[in-house]
């Protein structure tokens, strides 16, 4: 590719009507149809608006991929939560606490307060 002087370049695409933007970011985040996330950590950001059409965005960066999260009510009755603080001798807060993060798993929660895990 022939050296291209940054001045010039410029002065071209303002010829042809395209502006060219730079953004900073401290984060960008696009999800994907398979519910996982792209995030660039610290992007460099490149908007392109060109006469009579849509602007294109450029992302560049190193990313991530996150993997989507199952995010399911779980229902914790109050049976659930006495039980588990009777058997590993806590408070009903507590119990309450280690069944929600259990996912409401009582064998688990009580493992988890009794340090057993």
């Known amino acids: 590719m022939l050296p291209v002087n940054p001045r010039d ?6 010829r ?7 953004l ?17 950590r610290s992007p460099t950001v490149i908007v392109m608006r060109a006469k009579g059409q849509p602007p294109m965005v450029y992302l560049v960066g190193d990313y991530t991929v996150e993997k989507p ?8 009755t109050e049976e659930d939560v006495a039980l588990v603080a009777e058997q590993a001798g806590v408070s009903m807060e507590e119990a309450r606490k280690a069944l929600e993060e259990s996912g409401g798993d009582i064998a688990e929660a009580i493992l988890r307060l009794k340090g057993e895990e």
Do not use: H, N, P, Y
């Open 9 to 14: 370049l410029e002065k071209m695409m303002r």
């Open 16 to 22: 042809l009507g395209i502006k060219v933007e730079q």
């Open 24 to 40: 900073s970011a401290d984060e960008a985040r696009i999800v994907l149809g398979s519910g996982e996330t792209m995030v660039f």
């Open 69 to 76: 999260r199952e995010d399911t009510a779980v229902e914790i």
